[in-house]
């Protein structure tokens, strides 16, 4: 089975940074770009950044833009995002999401992990 | 950056039909993905490329497009597609392109 377990999510104070990850399974993960969606609770989903198979090519919403990177270890089939200067607005859950089709970027994105809390408080 | 505009909210008696609508710039030019989102789970894909379902998903879903409205229909909605369901596409205004999402509908089957 496919399956995206993200972990890294917790409590940070505004200023702070946090780096979560994203382990996969049951497919090729090199073939694949992979992709960080936010979603605040109770509101819609955010699409925050992508990353192509090989690592070399990476893009990010104007919101996370300069604070946020996402980078991948296809050795350990892990996808990342570290944040930094944090603020309350970055509070949500956050998705890894696998692009639906092999060596391409279609921006369907299915299957989704079952997301990870970030909480931005003082 | 590119919006997608969705009803709040739709409701449907068991059986009948509803009809979702997304509406934006970007649709014009990129067939729109839907989504399904349960409450207290992460979303599943349910069409793609205007009108494809990913295996698993009923023929009961269906999708279609013209100019820049896109659509998702129910047809003889089930007790488990209540939901809140968003559509998606890529942002037409960035570049590199950047992936957008709808405001999202709630449907809740009366």
């Known amino acids: 089975d496919v399956q995206l377990v993200e972990s890294g999510g917790g409590l940070v104070q505004p200023g702070g940074s946090l780096r979560l990850s994203c382990a996969a399974s049951?497919?090729?993960?090199?073939?694949?770009?992979m992709h960080w969606v936010r979603q605040v609770p109770g509101k819609g989903l955010v699409w925050v950044s992508r990353?192509?198979?090989?690592?070399?090519?990476?893009n990010y919403a104007d919101s996370v833009k300069g604070r946020f990177t996402i980078s991948r270890d296809n050795a350990k089939k892990t996808v990342y995002l570290q944040m930094n200067s944090l603020t309350v607005e970055d509070t949500a859950v956050y998705y890894c999401v696998r692009d639906k089709e092999e060596w391409l970027l279609s921006w369907w994105f299915d299957p989704w992990g079952q997301g990870t809390l970030v909480t931005v408080s003082s | 950056s590119s919006e997608l505009t969705q009803d709040p909210a739709v409701s449907v008696a068991l059986g009948q039909t509803v009809r979702i609508t997304c509406q934006g710039d970007s649709l014009r030019r990129y067939y729109a993905s839907w989504y399904q989102q349960k409450p207290g789970q992460a979303p599943i894909l349910v069409l793609y490329?205007?009108?494809n379902r990913p295996s698993g998903i009923p023929d009961r879903f269906s999708g279609s497009s013209s100019g820049n409205i896109a659509s998702l229909t129910i047809t003889g909605a089930q007790a488990e597609d209540e939901a809140d369901y968003y559509c998606n596409s890529r942002d037409r205004s960035a570049y590199p392109l950047e992936g957008v999402f709808g405001t999202g509908t709630k449907v809740t089957v009366l």
């Open positions: 049951g497919f090729s993960f090199n073939t694949y770009y």
């Open positions: 990353i192509n198979s090989d690592g070399t090519s990476t």
């Open positions: 490329d205007n009108n």
